[in-house]
């Protein structure tokens, strides 16, 4: 079994490099599953269509690589539910300069 | 989009990735149909040293812009510097960028983009040359290679929309506006061979002023907002807002008064007409300033950020270019004050609303460009830049500020028929666009 709370650490690594959010704070990361050494993330994008899509993707990718006892990484870019500015945490507002 | 893919590891050319386990499998992801980084910034390069060069030649031109006659080579060249050298070369480079990522389908053919440049470029060189030098007999062959130039992009253009299968409202805009260039280089050709041949059955002046308005609203105006509707929710994390609400009746407006101005001014059906194709545009235009504020009112994302104040100024350009409008259509053409409308009214439409919005978009793109290729790669594997940590953010207010203050002064000197306050302006101006166009320049050689 895989430390959850490193995986997390891994993708707090992960920036939206025009928002200066991570993906966890910024709600992107809807799941995060794990089979033996496989771990499955699913996760979405803020608007369809955005420029920087597959360069997230692929960063999350990479940062869950690097974690110990991790073999194989699958990301799934999904659109269901919504993503909504309501899925972005505290520190995420507070970064964004939007406390309430 | 159903099947998972397994995507190749960009290259990174700075610096050697570290050894990695296998990439990860990236599902929900289609192949990669962003365009090659040499293609649309080749076009962004070229479009900001033209803006330092149409601000130049504004300058060193302005004293004969007080002049009893209006359309004098020297302004027509200015006005082509910055419609075709700055603003159009930007707008096709971005263009370049911006289809594949919306609208989800891959640019036809890149080397055909490549080779447009190059088309484009000499075009553009040869037309203001023989615009700035007054030999205008000869400007159809400069014009012809424009002609063949925008050809080359709306063919590439038409190539790769055939393939779009869900239209966005910024698809629509975009569609719009690229007919609206294909009719305006049209015009553009037959103006420049009529000055040899003599054939247009209508007044030169009235193809002119068609010209320009199809040019400034049909083609760089509908681009800018179509793109706004899409890059200023996303970048400001704007909701709930609905695009489509006021962007469709918005539209739908606006594509008939570029239809109307067209005629009207064309055919030359009279002050009433011309007032009637006003009001349906200052209606659009209207709607869109409340839209855009909405845009604005309902962001998440708090700090108003460079592009986005480039952007309000824009705004404030767009509307001092409604009244002018008006001011033109009320005030005789026989007065003095009615050619310093003119020239407000291109200098408010072309440098403060398109021109402004231009280079605030591309403190986005060409970051985003840069950043893409070179650290894209090792995000994940080790701390990346943000995109505004590629580029002095002092040097960039410096250069906004700039800007805005001289394209203010610059106005205000056209509207008094104050010459210092015209060069004042235009110097400023020339100092502020090199200050972007350094700061910019600088990012792509990172």
């Not at chain 2, 907002?225 to 489509?244: D, I, Q, R």
């Amino acid at each position: 079994m895989i430390d959850q709370d490193a995986l997390m650490a891994a993708l707090k690594n992960v920036y939206d490099p025009e928002l200066g959010v991570n993906v966890v704070d910024l709600g992107l990361i809807y799941d995060v599953e794990q089979h033996g050494g496989k771990i499955t993330v699913a996760m979405t994008m803020t608007t369809p269509g955005c420029p920087l899509h597959e360069s997230m993707l692929r960063g999350v990718g990479d940062a869950l690589n690097g974690v110990p006892g991790v073999e194989r990484v699958e990301v799934r870019l999904v659109w269901d539910p919504v993503w909504t500015p309501e899925r972005i945490t505290l520190a995420g507002r507070k970064a964004l300069g939007w406390a309430a | 989009m159903s099947q998972p893919v397994t995507t190749p590891t960009m290259p990174d050319p700075a610096q050697p990735l570290p050894s990695m386990p296998a990439g990860p499998l990236l599902s929900g992801l289609s192949t990669s149909r962003a365009a090659s980084l040499s293609l649309p910034l080749r076009y962004m390069v070229a479009g900001l040293a033209f803006a330092v060069l149409a601000f130049g030649f504004a300058l060193a031109y302005s004293p004969s812009f007080l002049g009893t006659v209006f359309l004098t080579p020297r302004l027509l060249a200015v006005t082509h510097l910055t419609a075709l050298g700055w603003l159009t070369m930007v707008a096709m480079g971005a263009l370049y960028q911006f289809i594949p990522v919306v609208l989800d389908v891959p640019i036809f053919s890149e080397r055909l983009g490549k080779v447009q440049f190059y088309l484009y470029l000499a075009g553009v060189l040869g037309l203001t040359v023989e615009m700035g030098t007054g030999r205008t007999q000869v400007m159809a062959w400069p014009a012809g290679l424009l002609v063949l130039a925008v050809g080359v992009f709306l063919y590439n253009a038409a190539r790769t929309l055939a393939r779009v299968e869900r239209w966005p409202l910024t698809g629509w805009y975009i569609l719009a506006a690229l007919t609206s260039l294909a009719l305006v280089v049209t015009v553009g050709f037959a103006l420049a061979l009529n000055l040899t041949l003599g054939f247009l059955p209508l007044s030169q002046l009235a193809f002119v002023e068609a010209h320009a308005h199809l040019a400034a609203l049909g083609w760089l105006g509908l681009l800018v907002m179509g793109v706004s509707y899409k890059l200023t929710p996303m970048f400001a994390l704007s909701h709930p807002f609905n695009e489509w609400r006021l962007g469709r009746p918005i539209f739908i407006l606006l594509t008939a008064a570029v239809v109307g101005l067209f005629v009207s001014l064309l055919l030359r059906l009279g002050q009433a007409p011309l007032l009637g194709c006003w009001s349906v545009a200052a209606i659009g235009i209207g709607l869109y300033a409340w839209d855009y504020a909405t845009m604005l009112r309902v962001r998440r994302r708090r700090p108003i950020d460079l592009t986005q104040q480039h952007n309000i100024a824009g705004l404030g350009g767009l509307l001092l270019t409604t009244l002018l409008g008006l001011a033109l259509i009320l005030v005789p053409a026989e007065t003095d004050l009615h050619p310093r409308l003119q020239l407000a009214y291109a200098a408010a439409s072309l440098g403060g609303w398109i021109g402004l919005t231009t280079l605030g978009q591309l403190y986005k793109i060409v970051p985003f460009l840069v950043w893409t290729h070179r650290f894209a790669p090792r995000m994940g594997k080790a701390p990346v830049p943000l995109l505004k940590d590629l580029y002095p953010q002092v040097l960039a207010r410096a250069g906004f500020g700039a800007l805005l203050a001289s394209l203010t002064i610059a106005l205000a000197g056209i509207l008094a028929g104050y010459l210092p306050a015209i060069q004042a302006g235009f110097g400023l101006c020339t100092l502020g666009a090199a200050l972007t166009a350094v700061n910019l320049i600088r990012v792509v050689l990172r």
